[in-house]
């Protein structure tokens, strides 16, 4: 640029120095960001006041009782079909999801040379991008009847099905966070294992994980949390069935399936079949923040500082 | 006489000949564990994709795409919902992104290390781990019933732009951060006021970063499902929303009504496969321009 024209720049900005938009943007944007805190807050109050209207007219006995029929002439409202729904997908997701994850973790950050790693990486990436009702529908219309080969007795909505696959779901990010956490661990140490003639194999197991096994840790409660709050691949492929049971081959409920199935019902506002949505709502979310808090927690208090 | 053992000054001491070559072994064969279940990831992926596209076939041609929504699976085309899913995009795309980039340009330029903007950023925080269903109970609560909105496009896009505005507020704040101060302070020198300065140098900069974030942000918005069911959309709707406030459906919306009705109608099952390849390919592009704007700009600074 020739020096007329920057000094032509710098007279136009001392023109416009006291500009109306100098003034006015600082408080758009201050607007704009109190917005997401304002959805926080709008979050927690609509939860509550439905919520708590709930509780006035269930008694608490009723709650944590299993019996769970919303919709029959005299309704009762038992939460624990629901929790245990949730807590058994969330098991077998586990169950799936963690040794997957973590295997591919450490083979990612330290046995794969960087071309594997360049073709691996994506298809996590690809995997993690996927939409959940498409991980619904490959539950309901493959993994079922796969299963039902080898389990006759599967229900055609099952437990087990739409278990495994949210554990699918979940292992790109168990992954991803855990590696994250090993890559931070410097090369420094790594190379000190090394140079006391460690395999790859032991430097993993006594260094790398000891040291970031807060981040690992936080990593798996972040996927629980992830798991708890899942709603369509349990709608599809879990079922509607409210009993009580332990057995993983038959439909069974989980809260957010619950959330889905009466609000895409005809749920007359006003209700209390209504308000119980809320009160379930506020359960998933007290849930899915104190695991938050909790991962975060973690792998502050237990990081390892170098 | 066991020849794996000496004795050194009174004490016995293991000599295994081959304890290295055991320890290189296990290290092999873990390794290969670990390879094996990495690629199992890669094989889940690949019979998920192969089991949506077979299904397909045969039912994902150009009609499907042009027709109208059918009870009759042979006449069932997805043509609303393609609609449905584009003007939640006409909604969704300037709200995330007006509302995202100002947070992040607030947070980053004018409340640096305040309590509010600890408050912001923990808020964003909290607000990315929220289950998407208790979006769609927001949504309902406020935007449906408190705002009287029904299930129109409008309740739908706000709030979903909620939903995925965490996306957006992170990558801006990232992209901004990420702009040299020498670049501010040179705009600075030259007399420029702190507006003009983000208006003309930051913002510009960060661009590729902010857009990048936002691509990311809509392929989210496209796929989610929960947070619409949860507003009560109606099952069946044959008709082409005109504005704003109609009813609608969207691609997400078809696949599960589709799945779950193919106990009754088999075939539904070909129609929500074929939905998911246009979702997926839809999906496959918007990440492959992000790509391709991340790779293109990261070079030019």
């Known amino acids: ?306 | 006489m066991d020849e794996n053992v000496k004795w050194n000054h009174g004490f016995k001491i293991d000599i295994d000949k081959h304890r290295v070559s055991k320890r290189v072994n296990l290290n092999n064969r873990v390794k290969n564990i670990f390879a094996f279940s990495t690629l199992l990831v890669m094989v889940v992926l690949v019979v998920l994709l192969y089991d949506i596209i077979r299904e397909s076939i045969g039912w994902l041609n150009w009609e499907f795409l042009m027709k109208n929504l059918s009870i009759f699976p042979e006449k069932a085309g997805i043509r609303g919902a393609i609609l449905g899913t584009l003007y939640l995009m006409v909604i969704v795309i300037p709200v995330t992104l007006i509302l995202g980039v100002a947070t992040a340009i607030f947070i980053e330029e004018y409340a640096k290390d305040g309590l509010l903007q600890r408050m912001i950023r923990v808020n964003i925080s909290n607000l990315a781990s929220v289950p998407s269903v208790i979006f769609g109970l927001l949504g309902l609560t406020f935007f449906s019933r408190a705002l009287g909105l029904g299930s129109s496009i409008l309740a739908g896009g706000l709030t979903m732009s909620l939903l995925v505005l965490p996306i957006v507020v992170v990558a801006a704040q990232e992209a901004i951060r990420a702009v040299p101060m020498f670049l501010r302070e040179a705009s600075y020198g030259m007399g420029a006021d702190k507006w003009t300065t983000i208006w003309r140098v930051v913002l510009p900069v960060a661009l590729p970063g902010i857009l990048t974030g936002g691509i990311l942000a809509i392929s989210r918005a496209i796929g989610e499902t929960a947070p619409l069911v949860v507003l009560g959309i109606p099952t069946l709707i044959m008709k082409i929303p005109t504005t704003l406030m109609d009813d609608f459906t969207a691609l997400p919306i078809q696949i599960y009504y589709w799945t779950l009705d193919t106990v009754l109608t088999p075939e539904y099952a070909y129609l929500a496969a074929a939905t998911i390849v246009v979702l997926l390919i839809t999906l496959f592009l918007l990440n492959f321009s992000a790509i391709i704007i991340r790779n293109k700009f990261q070079k030019k600074l």
């Open chain 1, 1 to 306: 640029m020739d020096t007329i024209k920057i000094r032509n720049i710098i007279q136009q900005n001392i023109k416009n120095k006291k500009g109306v938009f100098d003034k006015i943007m600082p408080k758009f944007f201050l607007v704009m960001a109190s917005i997401s805190i304002i959805v926080t807050f709008g979050i927690v109050y609509t939860l509550l006041v439905d919520a708590m209207k709930f509780f006035a007219e269930v008694p608490l006995k009723e709650v944590f009782s299993t019996n769970l029929s919303p919709l029959s002439k005299n309704p009762t409202f038992g939460i624990l079909p629901l929790l245990n729904g949730t807590i058994l997908t969330t098991i077998i997701a586990m169950i799936v999801a963690v040794p997957a994850g973590l295997a591919a973790a450490i083979y990612l950050s330290q046995f794969a040379n960087s071309k594997l790693r360049k073709v691996l990486k994506p298809v996590l990436e690809i995997l993690a991008g996927i939409p959940t009702i498409v991980y619904g529908f490959f539950a309901y219309s493959f993994v079922t009847p796969l299963l039902m080969n080898m389990i006759p007795t599967l229900g055609a909505k099952n437990a087990l099905s739409p278990g495994i696959v949210m554990g699918i779901m979940i292992i790109p990010m168990v992954a991803s966070l855990s590696e994250d956490a090993m890559n931070a661990v410097p090369e420094i140490i790594k190379d000190g294992a090394y140079g006391l003639g460690s395999t790859k194999l032991e430097t993993t197991f006594r260094v790398i994980i000891p040291s970031s096994i807060s981040g690992i840790i936080a990593s798996i409660v972040l996927a629980i949390s992830r798991a708890i709050g899942e709603t369509m691949i349990v709608t599809i492929a879990s079922g509607s069935s409210k009993n009580f049971t332990f057995d993983i081959t038959q439909s069974m409920q989980t809260m957010t399936a619950y959330i889905v199935e009466f609000t895409s019902g005809d749920a007359g506002s006003g209700t209390i079949g209504y308000y119980s949505l809320y009160a379930v709502g506020l359960i998933l979310l007290i849930f899915t923040l104190v695991m938050n808090l909790l991962a975060q927690y973690i792998s502050k208090k237990y990081r390892e500082v170098y």
